[in-house]
């Protein structure tokens, strides 16, 4: 019997590992548009953060994305963020 591996990634902002089904995938892609990645497939480079609040308002308040994705990335988009994050299971 096999057993198929887990991926495991880490959160942006607590750095705990876990399986990425149980983060939130935000990509930029190579248009430089930011979004929620619901499939887990979407080319572009990706992040990964808890489905935790405390770890979203952290994420935006110390603006790790900006940091991560190399960019300046403005408050509407964080925002957004936030309200697709009420949206998920």
Known sequence: METKKIPVRMCLVCRKRMPKENLIRIVKNKDDKIFIDK???????????????????????????????????????????????????
Do not use: M, P, W
Not at 41 to 62: H, I, P, S, T
């Open 39 to 89: 499939s887990f497939k979407a080319e572009g480079r990706g992040a990964y953060v808890c489905k935790d609040k405390e770890c979203l308002l952290k994420l935006e308040k110390k603006h790790i994305l900006n940091k991560n994705f190399k960019c300046e990335i403005s408050n509407e988009i964080y925002q957004k963020l936030k309200g697709e994050y009420d949206t998920l299971d």
